[in-house]
Structures are given as C-alpha cells and as structure tokens.
C-alpha cells in the first residue's frame, strides 16, 4: 500500500486525540467523592460528570470514534475499487470502530444505569479482544505473504505482535474473578470508600488503551500491507 498523507494524517489526528483524552481526563475532571482522579478508581463516565471542560472533552471523544472508522475510507481510496479491498480489513477497521463507539457511550450511562453500563463494557471489551485478535493475524498474515519481496514488511509483523499481546491481555481481563465482586468497597474509619483499584473503572481505562494501542498497530500493518 502506498504510503500516502492522508494515511499519515489520520494516524496523527488518532494518536493525538487519544492523547488529548488522557491528558483532559488527568488534569481537567474535578475530584469524585473527595479523592482525586485516577484511572484505577474513576470511571470514564464519571470524568464526563465532573469534568471543568466538558464541550471539549465531548468532542474528542467523537473525534477518536470518527478517526477509528476512518481507514475504510482511506482503503477505497488507495485501492480505488471496492472489489480490490480485502474484508477482513473493513471488518478489523468496523470492529475497532464499533469498539470506540462502546467506549464512547460508557461515558454516558452511569451507575444508576448498572445493567446497560455493564453489557456496554463486555462488549467493548469484547470488540477489543476480536479487534486485536484478528489484526495480529492480518499482520502475521501480511508478514507471510510478503516478506521474502519487502524489507519493509518487519513493521507488519511488530504491528500483529503488538495486536496478539493486546488481545492476550483482554482475554486476561475478561478472566479476572475480581470483576465479579467490582462493586465491593472498603471499610475505612466506620465508612464505606472505594479500593485504590476499583476494578471495573480500572479495565474500562485499561481496556481503552488496549483499543487505542491496537489501532494504531493496525494503520502500521495497513501502512505496509
């Protein structure tokens, strides 16, 4: 594939909003429940709810889910006919897509929303875990196919590494028995306040990363597919 600027662009706008995620998160959500914010004990809604700049936020969240969707749209236009582009690409570039919408949409549906904010996390976490399963055997894939014609294809193979690990690591979550008890707090001082790690709040963030590290792997398999 053709190592365009529009893919360049897309990868940069991706990253950077990712980034800007994290950073309004981190530095601009008001205590919850007089403690600070972090990633091991905030939820993602909750950063929404008691955040100083709410509109900005907001929009880098629909930044980051437009931009995961955005390499179908840069395949058609490399490859300029839809009958050139491979499936399995549309639906990684969907899944992960799909993935950010879930994310998305967590931040909307709080604790008093407790089923719908649960089945919107497995499936995020279950769209993350395909996502990354089936980008790593693109790029291994890729890798195969290629390499002995393209010195460049070793960035193929680092990208479906870095997908299988991401996968393994939702496949590890998803396993984790503390999730079945996320709601438990601790008893400090004849209160009840929650853990340093409230594990549920804890894999939505972790989970997060995992989805934004994926893609990113994947535009580099595409880059040199």
Not at 100 to 109: G, S
Not at 196 to 213: D, M, P
Request: proline share 4%; aromatic share 16%; hydrophobic share 55%.
């Amino acid at each position: 594939m053709q190592f365009t600027p529009i893919w360049i662009v897309t990868l940069c706008i991706y990253l950077v909003s990712v980034i800007a995620i994290v950073f309004l998160a981190k530095f601009t959500a008001k205590p919850v429940d007089s403690y600070d914010f972090s990633f091991k004990r905030v939820f993602p809604f909750e950063v929404l709810n008691h955040n100083e700049k709410p509109l900005p936020y907001k929009i880098l969240l629909c930044v980051f889910v437009a931009t995961s969707f955005a390499p179908i749209f840069n395949l058609f236009t490399n490859y300029g006919q839809i009958a050139n582009v491979q499936g399995i690409s549309i639906a990684i570039c969907c899944i992960f897509g799909l993935a950010a919408i879930c994310f998305a949409f967590l931040h909307y549906f709080d604790a008093t929303h407790t089923m719908v904010h649960l089945i919107l996390f497995v499936t995020f976490l279950c769209l993350t875990l395909l996502g990354n399963a089936l980008a790593a055997i693109k790029g291994f894939a890729v890798y195969g196919a290629y390499a002995k014609h393209d010195q460049k294809m070793y960035c193929s193979i680092v990208g479906g590494i870095i997908c299988g690990l991401s996968a393994l690591v939702c496949v590890i979550i998803s396993l984790n028995p503390r999730l079945k008890h996320w709601a438990n707090l601790e008893k400090v001082d004849n209160d009840y306040v929650r853990p340093r790690v409230f594990i549920l709040a804890y894999f939505e963030w972790i989970t997060f990363f995992l989805l934004a590290i994926g893609e990113a792997s994947y535009f580099l398999i595409l880059l040199v597919q």
